[in-house]
Every structure is written in C-alpha cells, then in structure tokens.
C-alpha cells in the first residue's frame, strides 16, 4: 500500500518562501509521476507542478513557473516543493499525489492519481 505524508506548511508572509515535503512509502511503478496539487476556498482543485522519476520531465501551472520548484530525491522516497515569492492567492491546502502508472502526457489530470496525502496548509499573509 502507498502512503503519501506531506509536511511543511505553515503561514507566511507575502514574498516569503515554504518548502513542501511529501514523503512516499510502498512499491510503485519505476516510472511513477509525483504531483503536488492545491484546493483553496470555494475552488476546485488544481495542478501545481509534477515531474516523473528522472526528473528529465517537469511541469508547471502557469500561476507558479518561475517561484516553484519541483525536485525528488529517490533515495529518501521524498519529493519537495520550493515556493519562493508567495503571494495571498497562493493560500490553499496544498496535496502531493501519486500515478504508478506513469502517465506523463495526463500529468495535469487529478484522476490518474491513484494514491494522495492528506494535504498540508499554506497560508500567505498581505
């Protein structure tokens, strides 16, 4: 069974910066895409960024390029998000996400995530 354990929300000041862990354990396809999602108030939920097991592939929403990072480290079973020049509209429960699949070209599709964590809360103050 794959579990999902993010940490590393909190509050925050505009232009301030968070870092996301999401720590993975279980068999997975070598070939498994990672997702970080987000879901604010009265919103549905959206793709922030994803990347596959190389890394070679990487993905971002428009919103984010350029402050986000993603990156993982195999070893640790570990993906992170670096968030840098966060912003009030950032503010949302932020959801690391797993396709054992591989399904890259459907990266943006929250369906073809089988396994989710229970999400962690970024909140950014004006």
């Known amino acids: 069974q794959v579990q999902l354990v993010e940490s590393g929300g909190g509050l925050v000041q505009a232009g301030g910066s968070l870092r996301l862990s999401c720590a993975f354990s279980?068999?997975?396809?070598?070939?498994?895409?990672m997702g970080w999602f987000r879901q604010a108030p009265g919103k549905e939920r959206e793709i922030v960024a994803a990347?596959?097991?190389?890394?070679?592939?990487?993905y971002y929403a428009a919103s984010v390029k350029g402050r986000f990072t993603i990156s993982r480290d195999n070893a640790e079973n570990t993906v992170y998000l670096d968030m840098n020049s966060l912003r009030p509209e950032d503010t949302a429960v932020y959801y690391c996400?797993?396709?054992?699949?591989?399904?890259?070209?459907?990266?943006?599709?929250?369906?073809?995530?089988?396994?989710w964590g229970q999400g962690t809360q970024v909140t950014v103050s004006s």
């Open positions: 996400a797993l396709d054992p699949r591989g399904r890259w070209g459907s990266r943006t599709d929250s369906s073809i995530y089988w396994h």
């Open positions: 990347n596959n097991l190389s890394g070679s592939n990487t």
């Open positions: 279980g068999r997975t396809n070598s070939n498994y895409v």
